[in-house]
């Protein structure tokens, strides 16, 4: 199973980008499906998931109200909507399959990761 997550790039403070990510098999519109970052320096850390339907979503609290995830099953693909960027969203952003149909914020409950893609926000 081969994840490419696509749409990072440097944006200003204030703007907005949509990330993407594909997954090679349809097995994936059966799992939950998550993005998470990593900032230099920092542990890796839970952004957003949806589960396989897309009606259950999770968001870390500081993203909360400016990042949406969502899914498109038949495209087997799975966006993270992001606005209102700030600085500290700089990251190398990650898109990943969970082990099972539930949205979750664990890490240790993905089987699958892509390679990431590389968000610049400038202030």
């Known amino acids: 199973v081969q994840l490419q997550a696509s749409g990072g790039g440097l944006v200003q403070a204030g703007g907005s980008l949509r990330l993407s990510c594909t997954v090679s098999?349809?097995?994936?519109?059966?799992?939950?499906m998550g993005w998470f970052r990593q900032a230099p320096g920092k542990e890796r850390e839970f952004v957003a998931a949806?589960?396989?339907?897309?009606?259950?979503?999770y968001y870390t609290d500081s993203v909360k109200g400016r990042f949406t995830i969502s899914r498109d099953n038949a495209k087997n693909t799975v966006y993270l909507q992001m606005t209102s960027l700030k600085p500290e969203d700089t990251a190398v952003y990650y898109c990943?399959?969970?082990?099972?149909?539930?949205?979750?914020?664990?890490?240790?409950?993905?089987?699958?990761w892509g390679q990431g893609t590389l968000v610049t926000v400038s202030s």
């Open positions: 990943a399959v969970g082990s099972s149909s539930a949205a979750t914020r664990y890490a240790g409950r993905y089987q699958y």
């Open positions: 098999r349809r097995t994936s519109s059966n799992n939950g």
């Open positions: 949806v589960n396989w339907r897309g009606g259950d979503t």
